[in-house]
């Protein structure tokens, strides 16, 4: 590289310098190139922020052939039986390693040469158990329940890159086997990452017949016809975009060089997937009112919300995050603390056009951020109809009495709304 081409590269340099990259990279490319771990550690050096999050399929499926176990798989999610938990834990355990191995090579005369990357690595994701799916037990399968953001954060402001694995532990300390993709996602969503990288095979995408080089989120999942093999993983990527990530690079780690081709020249080599402005998620202001009233007053009339007048709404405003798409307002929700440890969730709004996707999860996932950022240590629901959701989304039934007093005094018997609460 001449002194010409590396001032090329210098404004994608200083346009990524301290941005937090989540990158996904799967089992079959664990030991398959050196240059793609000599690529992360160039792009730590250069400043981002990494956590790379790695799967190990192929290396588990490997070790349960050589003990005579077949992998099994329902709805395209692997069951993972007690006899099979060994040998999750074994290759999670060995990829992890080998990882870490590869990212402290310091050889002179190679791209790791001085590189002294300090990796970490932590139990930052917990699981619960998938359950029952269709009649079929999953077993010790999961899916990620939530994202200790707060301990990565300082291991990365420490200029630490992060490696995470896809296992996650419950409460009960047990591990749950999770899905990589779910995992990456997560992670890039909780942290509020601006790029998520998934490395795989099939990127550039091919779609409605053409090369997909870069498409808006929205676009995307409007034009999506399916969510079945790589499209799968487009409807992800338009997903996560939605969540508040800016960007979703789905990139062919077979390609030498792909990390940085991608990252650091003009046109790029993947297909990218980006949040567009008439996408987003945002703290409500008093010019919102109006569309606000709008939004919720469907559940209003049917009786799920309380009625809102434009009086209580003006001196409310503040407490409402709304989605808003093309100028119009598609989804809010609502926090309001109760005291200093503990907050109420209210008025989660989804438009009907929007209904059934991950918008609603979004939004309460948004409000949990926020309340742990103010040091609330707990938040609470009250509902008639979404009982169900919010269990899904990690909240326990409780009782009236349990209410912070605050808001106990306040309760409409009436209405006799299910109490929900979740620790934070």
């Not at 009649?135 to 420490?158: K, N, Y």
């Not at 996602?185 to 053409?210: C, T, Y």
């Not at 409000?367 to 990690?394: N, Y």
Request: aromatic share 6%.
């Amino acid at each position: 590289m001449n002194s010409q081409d590396f001032r090329a590269i210098a404004p994608y340099i200083h346009a990524h310098r301290n941005k937090r990259v989540v990158i996904m990279l799967p089992g079959e490319a664990i030991g398959a190139t050196d240059s793609l771990i000599a690529d992360v550690a160039l792009l730590h050096a250069l400043g981002l922020n990494i956590v790379l999050v790695h799967g190990y399929r192929p290396q588990l499926d490997a070790l349960m052939a050589q003990n005579g176990l077949r992998p099994e798989f329902h709805n395209q999610r692997r069951i993972t039986p007690a006899d099979a938990q060994p040998h999750v834990l074994a290759a999670a355990g060995a990829t992890r390693l080998q990882l870490e191995a590869a990212l402290s090579q310091g050889l002179p005369n190679t791209p790791m040469a001085h590189a002294k990357i300090r990796v970490v690595s932590g139990n930052f994701v917990q699981a619960r158990p998938l359950g029952v799916m269709d009649g079929v037990d999953m077993q010790h399968t999961g899916t990620v329940r939530s994202v200790d953001r707060r301990a990565i954060e300082r291991h990365l402001a420490a200029n630490d890159l992060v490696l995470v694995s896809c296992l996650g532990h419950s409460a009960t300390g047990e591990m749950f086997n999770l899905r990589l993709h779910e995992v990456a996602q997560k992670l890039a969503i909780n942290l509020e990452a601006d790029k998520l990288i998934v490395l795989g095979k099939h990127w550039p995408a091919q779609f409605a017949g053409e090369l997909l080089r870069e498409i808006a989120a929205g676009e995307l999942l409007s034009a999506l016809p399916n969510r079945e093999g790589p499209n799968e993983i487009l409807g992800l990527a338009g997903d996560t975009c939605q969540a508040g990530v800016e960007r979703v690079h789905l990139l062919n780690w077979r390609q030498d060089g792909v990390l940085l081709d991608e990252l650091l020249t003009r046109d790029g080599v993947g297909t990218l997937v980006y949040r567009t402005a008439y996408e987003r998620l945002r703290q409500a202001t008093a010019a919102d009112i109006g569309n606000l009233m709008d939004l919720l007053k469907p559940m209003e009339q049917a009786g799920w919300l309380v009625k809102r007048e434009p009086e209580r709404l003006e001196t409310e405003v503040s407490n409402f995050y709304v989605v808003e798409r093309d100028g119009s307002l598609i989804g809010c929700a609502a926090l309001y603390a109760l005291d200093d440890q503990h907050a109420e969730i209210a008025c989660v709004a989804v438009h009907p056009d929007y209904q059934g996707g991950d918008l609603g999860d979004n939004l309460l996932a948004r409000l949990e951020r926020e309340a742990r950022s103010r040091g609330i240590q707990q938040v609470w629901v009250l509902t008639t109809v979404a009982e169900h959701w919010f269990q899904e989304q990690g909240f326990k039934p409780a009782q009236v009495a349990d209410l912070p007093d605050s808001r106990q005094a306040l309760y409409n018997y009436q209405r006799a709304s299910k109490v929900l609460t979740k620790p934070l």
